[in-house]
């Protein structure tokens, strides 16, 4: 059986009764050098333990065990049960875990599974829950990389540079716990059903270090999300959204960090919000 073959997919959806769920953010896979091309790219081998969310048919799932010491895959719909049950029949390596992967503890899961092997995210992810898992997977610190099939707008912001227009909080995040680099894109066709949009994989590699030193990482983003706030109003007034400080004192730390004063937060690189954390961390401790 091809699952990545269209006529082979809807008989095997057939023979389980299952229709596609929009809430749910199904599109599988019908070009097989997607998910080649994504395996590949996590560079998994025997010493890899994968991670993969939504594993739908398994299509990627395949092409990860074929490389990966050990492929554990996180599957909410129990509708796909039956069916991976019969796709991945042949995979020794494979683990089905039934759930949420928004309601799992990361480091836990990882520690279960992959004692010995260097973890690694790998996934076509459902669009709905990108920005908060990758959120939740970076501030976890048990992935040595994540790939991951997304859509394109998204995966621009998060390779997006300082300054520009894609730039924005959660740019930076990505960019403080990992390097990211678009790796290349898939067009709408190669889904099932067709997406609107256009995808991307991207490879984030976690950093040994993060590029900046800040005293507090719950100021630095407390501090980027504000800067944020208000992206058409000046970094002052978009930072009142966070800090309740006077007008006054805001502009002032805004100066003593080398910024002009009528800057608008989008403008500043991660190393700016840096600073400006540190000073809020100083302010805040003194008052």
Not at 67 to 81: C, I, P, T
Not at 123 to 142: Q, R, S
Not at 272 to 287: H, Q
Request: hydrophobic content about 40%.
């Amino acid at each position: 059986m091809d699952l990545c073959n269209r006529s082979d997919i809807e008989a095997l959806l057939r023979r389980h009764g299952f229709h596609f769920s929009k809430g749910m953010g199904q599109n599988f896979l019908i070009e097989d050098w997607v998910p080649h091309d994504t395996a590949e790219a996590c560079g998994a081998d025997e010493h890899t333990g994968v991670l993969e969310i939504g594993p739908g048919i398994g299509p990627l799932t395949q092409q990860l065990c074929r490389r990966a010491g050990k492929v554990v895959s996180v599957e909410l719909d129990q509708r796909l049960y039956p069916v991976l049950a019969e796709t991945m029949s042949g995979f020794d390596n494979f683990t089905l875990v039934k759930g949420d992967i928004m309601q799992q503890d990361l480091p836990a899961l990882v520690s279960e599974h992959f004692a010995g092997l260097r973890p690694v995210l790998c996934a076509n992810l459902p669009y709905n829950i990108t920005t908060p898992l990758l959120t939740a997977c970076v501030k976890a610190g048990c992935f040595a990389s994540l790939t991951v099939l997304i859509q394109k707008e998204v995966a621009q912001r998060i390779c997006a540079r300082s300054g520009t227009a894609d730039c924005g909080a959660f740019s930076l995040l990505m960019q403080y716990y990992t390097e990211p680099e678009l790796l290349f894109t898939v067009p709408n066709t190669c889904f099932l059903p067709m997406p609107k949009v256009t995808s991307a994989v991207i490879r984030c590699t976690t950093r040994a270090v993060p590029p900046v030193s800040v005293q507090s990482e719950a100021m630095l983003w407390r501090t980027v999300k504000a800067g944020f706030a208000l992206r058409r109003k000046t970094l002052v007034n978009s930072l009142q959204t966070g800090f309740p400080l006077p007008k006054q004192e805001l502009t002032q730390l805004v100066a003593d960090c080398g910024l002009p004063a009528d800057i608008r937060g989008e403008r500043l690189s991660l190393q700016d919000y840096a600073r400006l954390s540190d000073a809020f961390s100083a302010a805040m401790s003194e008052g």
